[in-house]
T-cell receptor, first 113, second 117 residues
């Protein structure tokens, strides 16, 4: 158990819908990263937050957004969903203070039908 | 941009034998970290081992060790005394240490390791 929690574990929704994925980092970790794992794109970085502020963006679509709250949990919002958004979405956390490792949550499996 | 290449989509090893998974990367940076992550059928991403680019000594964690060749930009993972529980997808990953805006991991495409009893 990495100490990172993600909810829900599975999500099935229809095209055009909007969903929110939630992540709670390890206690004390200030950085949260979101990654997408799909069959055709592999593991890709989406976005990073550090202590409530957006720090870096990767291959994140405009239909996707995220935020990190004062208690450091983070949410990834996916809207106008398409079939191609079906993937495993991981959240990872890191202390951000000299520690380079990232610890991954169990992921949320999103299926868009 | 950094790229990570894993040229072996699948590997197979007999239980108790040794196997080496290959990884190469491309970067113009001097300061960075390299990692191997394991993803078993449960899909959980588990950190196996890390290597700091400034260290010449290869990292070791129990049965797992790396061969880090900085000049060749090569970072292979050796698994000794393979066990059935080692069967998983293994990902090589790169992390910049030079730019606070580029701390995310860049992953290779993965190598699926099968362990034969």
């Amino acid at each position: 158990d990495s100490g990172v929690t993600q909810t829900p574990k599975h999500l099935i929704t229809a095209t055009g819908q909007r969903v929110t994925l939630r992540c709670s980092p390890r206690s004390g970790d200030l950085s949260v990263y979101w990654y997408q794992q799909s069959l055709d794109q592999g593991l890709q970085f989406l976005i990073q937050y550090y202590n409530g502020e957006e720090r870096a963006k990767g291959n994140i679509l405009e239909r996707f957004s995220a935020q990190q709250f004062p208690d450091l949990h983070s949410e990834l919002n996916l809207s106008s969903l398409e079939l191609g958004d079906s993937a495993l979405y991981f959240c990872a956390s890191s202390p951000g203070q000299g520690v380079r490792e990232q610890y991954f949550g169990p992921g949320t499996r999103l299926t868009v039908t | 941009a950094q790229t990570v290449t894993q040229s072996q989509p699948e590997m197979s090893v007999q239980e108790a034998e040794t196997v080496t998974l290959s990884c190469t990367y491309d970067t113009s940076e001097s300061d960075y970290y390299l990692f191997w992550y394991k993803q078993p059928p449960s899909r959980q991403m588990i950190l196996v081992i890390r290597q700091e680019a400034y260290k010449q000594q290869n990292a070791t964690e129990n049965r797992f060790s790396v061969n880090f060749q900085k000049a060749a930009k090569s970072f292979s993972l050796k698994i000794s005394d393979s066990q059935l529980g080692d069967a998983a997808m293994y990902f090589c990953a790169y992390r910049s240490d030079e730019d606070t805006g580029r701390r995310a991991l860049t992953f290779g495409s993965g190598t699926r390791l099968q362990v034969q009893p």
